[in-house]
T-cell receptor, first 112, second 116 residues
Framework: SQKIEQNSEALNIQEGKTATLTCNYTNYSPAYLQWYRQDPGRGPVFLLL?????KEKRKERLKVTFDTTLKQSLFHITASQPADSATYLCALGHTGGFKTIFGAGTRLFVKA | DAEITQSPRHKITETGRQVTLACHQT?????MFWYRQDLGHGLRLIHYSYGVQDTNKGEVSDGYSVSRSNTEDLPLTLESAASSQTSVYFCASSESKKGANLGEQFFGPGTRLTVL
């Protein structure tokens, strides 16, 4: 069955450092991969999308890589700030449909 | 500003009761989705709709139903609530156009449902 794995352990980093979160998947050939941010008590908010034919995407301090051979995406936040503390979810989608499957998310804590 | 709202935000009900959770979006999106979020499982798709009169089952649809009579609303009904349906429920919508942010979903604030 299709499976998405994100590190269930929280990631703790110091302010100013780069946070790197991992999303691995099996039994799936996604056409695109998305990253969302979720704050406690709120719905997820879309951050970035990367398509299967793209290796890397950047948006301000965010960078996403997508390796379809390794079946892995890495999500980087450079110069991290305490305000970046949240849960980050990856989601996979396939061509021809708009529904996605979500990972369970990784909680990030950035200490001042 | 366009938005997606859910009501109620919190609901406590008893086993066996029928419950309906409302979802309303003003984005004019064709696609709408219902998820439940439980610790350790992330977001799991319950039902989804690609337009008026269209509904489809997701991975955890047993015990739930939806109907789509207009673009703006996709109510979720629990026919006979069970304790296993205690969860946080999120509604989302997205465009049908395959643009730059393909499949970007806009989420509501969630409904916390407790079934006693």
């Amino acid at each position: 069955s299709q499976k998405i794995e994100q590190n269930s352990e929280a990631l703790n980093i110091q302010e100013g450092k780069t946070a790197t979160l991992t999303c691995n998947y099996t039994n799936y050939s996604p056409a695109y991969l998305q990253w969302y941010r979720q704050d406690p008590g709120r719905g997820p908010v879309f951050l970035l999308l990367i398509r299967e034919n793209e290796k890397e995407k950047r948006k301000e301090r965010l960078k996403v890589t997508f390796d379809t051979t390794l079946k892995q995406s890495l999500f980087h936040i450079t110069a991290s700030q305490p305000a970046d503390s949240a849960t980050y979810l990856c989601a996979l989608g396939h061509t021809g449909g708009f529904k996605t499957i979500f990972g369970a998310g990784t909680r990030l804590f950035v200490k001042a | 500003d366009a938005e997606i709202t859910q009501s109620p935000r919190h609901k406590i009900t008893e086993t066996g009761r029928q419950v309906t959770l409302a979802c309303h979006q003003t984005w004019n999106h064709n696609n709408m989705f219902w998820y439940r979020q439980d610790l350790g499982h992330g977001l799991r798709l319950i039902h989804y709709s690609y337009g008026v009169q269209d509904t489809n089952k997701g991975e955890v649809s047993d015990g739930y139903s939806v109907s789509r009579s207009n673009t703006e609303d996709l109510p979720l009904t629990l026919e006979s609530a069970a304790s296993s349906q205690t969860s946080v429920y999120f509604c989302a919508s997205s465009e049908s156009k395959k643009g730059a942010n393909l499949g970007e979903q806009f989420f509501g604030p969630g409904t916390r449902l407790t079934v006693l």
